[in-house]
């Protein structure tokens, strides 16, 4: 787990956050095994304040006296975004969706939980598995609460399932192709589908490189070369790729905004990001809705994409889109939307975000630095 930084916030009963740390030490023997533990472990009292934390939490948060710690709440141990300026971690709006926060509540409530938390912090994202157990500590009763650090494995998982998604998409459309020359149905057109075969097949090669590359987290931008993309053309390859997403040729378009020009990008981890912005977009639940695809330059600071439909997202979701895993659809779908984040922050040294009104629809937006 990276270094985090700790927001200190007033605790709310100094004696009797003392009283109940100085009950907990005195048992030594358990005290040492929750010390020996390697995993982050805390012992919380039933307003979720912290009266006890291993060895594991101070090393985490660098510091050597667990005594400045007494009385903070998770997220406010590790300086969760939405602690700050907030009265404490769980008084916003996002900290009902928030495991960290459902984990420590489900366990006061049925005795034990277990939730993953994606936790956005001014030093970067932690991704935790979290685990709440209420226990009777010499007949006073406490959450054993720990804290593991499953960052490594969720990444892992995440780009095996973009990877095989990706990959199977591409497949399809090879075989389509394929499929389409061996009819002889099409003999006028084979010279185009063959093109369109080659290109596909090409694609394939450049994902499953991509993949290797990432997938081992070498520093991509020293083995990856940029290539220059023309803004049309590319709007007409996307047209061509989402030709048999919809049978209705004017549902996906260009934005009238949209500018001619060349900018320079890894083409491969470009046409995932945007390939998925324009499928969730296809995906909305305003179905057979027109998408759009609008590109324009920002002069010498790169190119700015976006994705528009018609439809738009509750507050509840909106607060959610970029979480891992994620998904309005089913537990196996949320990867788009993180992946495209991940992608663009990491790989592409862009950023995305959205906005999303009952008047103007849903608008992904895409910038990549020149």
């Known amino acids: 787990m990276h270094q985090t930084t700790t927001v200190h916030f007033p605790p709310r009963d100094n004696q ?3 009283e109940d740390y100085d009950f907990i030490v005195s048992n030594k023997l358990a005290t040492s095994i929750l010390d020996g533990l390697p995993v982050i472990s805390m012992l919380l009292n039933t307003e979720r304040e912290l009266v006890f934390g291993n060895q594991a939490l101070l090393n985490a948060l660098q510091v050597e006296d667990i005594n400045s710690l007494l009385g903070l709440k998770p997220g406010e141990l590790f300086g969760c975004n939405h602690a700050l300026g907030t009265k404490s971690c769980g008084s916003s709006k996002i900290c009902q969706t928030c495991g960290a926060f459902k984990s420590a509540i489900q366990c006061l409530d049925y005795g034990e939980s277990v939730e993953e938390c994606t936790l956005n912090t001014p030093n970067g994202t932690l991704n935790l598995n979290i685990t709440s157990k209420l226990i009777d500590f010499e007949g006073k009763e406490f959450i054993l609460y720990t804290m593991q650090d499953i960052s490594n ?23 389509g192709m394929a499929e389409l020359l061996m009819s002889g149905d099409f003999k006028d057109s084979n010279g185009e589908f063959l093109s369109l075969l080659y290109k596909a097949s090409s694609r394939m090669i450049d994902e499953i490189n991509t993949h290797r590359l990432i997938s081992f987290d070498k520093e991509i931008e020293q083995v990856r070369h940029k290539t220059k993309v023309n803004s049309i053309e590319f709007y007409h390859e996307m047209r061509t790729e989402f030709k048999s997403f919809t049978n209705e040729e004017n549902l996906f378009h260009l934005d009238n905004r949209s500018e001619a020009f060349d900018f320079e990008v890894d083409k491969v981890l470009f046409n995932r990001v945007v390939t998925n912005m324009i ?27 976006w994705v528009h439909n018609p439809s738009f997202m509750d507050d509840d979701i909106q607060m959610q889109v970029f979480n891992r895993s994620f998904s309005t659809k089913s537990s196996d779908r949320g990867l788009g939307t993180y992946s495209m984040k991940i992608i663009t922050e990491r790989y592409l040294k862009g950023k995305i975000y959205f906005t999303s009104k009952p008047s103007s629809g849903t608008t992904f937006i895409l910038e990549i630095p020149g």
């Open 16 to 18: 009797s956050l003392k």
């Open 153 to 175: 494995e969720k990444k892992r998982l995440m780009l095996e399932r973009i990877f095989y998604h990706d990959i199977l998409n591409t497949a399809h459309n090879i075989s």
């Open 279 to 305: 499928k969730n977009a296809f995906e909305a639940e305003m179905l057979n809705a027109p998408v759009t695809l609008g590109l324009i330059s920002m002069k010498n600071k790169g190119a700015m994409i």
